[in-house]
Structure formats: C-alpha cells, structure tokens
C-alpha cells in the first residue's frame, strides 16, 4: 500500500498570506494526486487533479505541482472561505487509492 | 449539475449489516467512463476508500474490507448501493458517495455524506 504523509499537520495562516502544503508518497504515483478541501458540514471539494490541474469552478489562487512522491498545494493568498482541512490522494492503481492524515488550514 | 445524496441508518447494532444507498442526477451511470464509489471518514481520522462501481459493472473494493462489503447499481433508479455485514464500533464515521468520471481519475464530485453510528 502506497503511504501518503501529509505536512505539517497544522498549518496557521493570516488572510491575504500564502499557504503551501506538502504531501509525500512513498513510492512513486507518477501525476496520479489530487487534493481535496473539506469544510464542515458542506461536501468535500476537489480542487486539483493530474497534481496540477485546477477543477472546474476552482479560483487560480489555488495551485499544484510536483511528480513522482512529492506534491504541493499553494494557496497564494488566503481567503476566509479557504480555512478547511485538504486532503491529498493518490489514485495510482487500484485497489489502493489511499488519502493523506490531511493538513488543517486555520487562522493565525 | 452532477449531485449526489446519501441516506440509510444514522445507527446500527453490532453485527448488523449496514445498507446505504446513494441516491444521484445529472448523469447516468450507464455512460462510458463514469464510476461511482463510496469513501468513509472515521471520527478524526483519515478518508478511506472503500468500492467503487464502473458504467460496465467493473467492481473494485478496498482489499481490507473486501470480504465485508458489496456495491451494486441500478441504472432506471439512479442509485448504488453499498452493503458493509457484520459492523463493529470501528465502521463508526461519515461515508460519502462520490462521482468518479474516469478522465479525472479521481473523485470529482461528493454528496455531504451521511453520519453513521455502531454502537449497542
């Protein structure tokens, strides 16, 4: 089973700031990556996918990159709708897509 | 717009055998390249996958489950539904239904998803 870490597990951002987050697998998923925003009590949002590609409706503040086992999301400027938890996943091969332990975005 | 609603038990007793269905529009599971799965999140813990199903009846299931869980589709209804036997306190937490359209690869739209509780 491919292993998704996420970091840090925290992260405490002021609005208006930059947020990047880190996610590490440990074997290679090649740009199989995406990165998921969950909010309380609304469903979970996809926000990239390809490690790269912003979802639809996404805003372009919202940016991925990386290949192989590592990837990072940049949020470039933080908006008050935009303190969530993201997760990262891998969707490499079946049967195991796996999910990071998730990076909560809170207010500084 | 593609939505997607979970409904069944809010509780269940041990043991029990766990029936949710995933009730969807604005899309049609008979449609080339479109799956649906489902994904459960303990309290405080990770996502986990769980099974998905493809537009041809392809069936994959999380090899750790396996042996405890079914998914099935109807297309007339637009539903799937997923059976997990013989529950624990450790199947306590939010499942989510998710459309899965292959050329994303990955889940591109989740129902709220719905509270479920083992507990005696």
């Known amino acids: 089973e491919i292993v998704m870490t996420q970091s840090p597990a925290t992260l405490s951002v002021s609005p208006g700031e930059r947020a990047t987050l880190s996610c590490r697998a440990s074997q290679s998923v090649s740009t199989n990556l995406a990165w998921y925003q969950l909010r309380p009590g609304q469903a979970p949002r996809l926000l990239i996918y390809g490690a790269s590609t912003r979802a639809a409706d996404i805003p372009a503040r919202f940016s991925g990159s990386g290949s192989g086992t590592e990837f990072t999301l940049t949020i470039s400027s933080l908006q008050s709708e935009d303190f969530a938890v993201y997760y990262c996943q891998h969707y490499n091969h079946w049967p195991m897509w796996t999910f990071g332990q998730g990076t909560k975005v809170d207010i500084k | 717009q593609i939505t997607l609603k979970e409904s069944g038990p809010t509780l269940v007793k041990p043991t029990q055998t766990l029936t949710l269905t995933c009730n969807f529009s604005?899309?049609?599971?008979?449609?080339?390249?479109?799956?649906v799965g489902w994904i459960r999140q303990p309290p405080g813990k990770a996502l986990e996958w769980l099974a998905l199903i493809y537009w041809d009846d392809d069936k994959r299931y999380s090899p750790s489950l396996e042996s405890r869980l079914t998914i099935t589709k109807d297309t007339s209804k637009n539903q799937v539904v997923l059976t997990l036997t013989n529950m624990d306190p450790v199947d306590t937490g939010t499942y989510y239904c998710?459309?899965?359209?292959?050329?994303?690869?990955?889940?591109?739209?989740w129902g709220r998803g719905t509270a479920v509780t083992v507990s005696s």
């Open positions: 998710v459309h899965i359209n292959m050329w994303v690869g990955s889940p591109d739209v």
């Open positions: 604005g899309f049609s599971l008979s449609t080339s390249a479109v799956g």
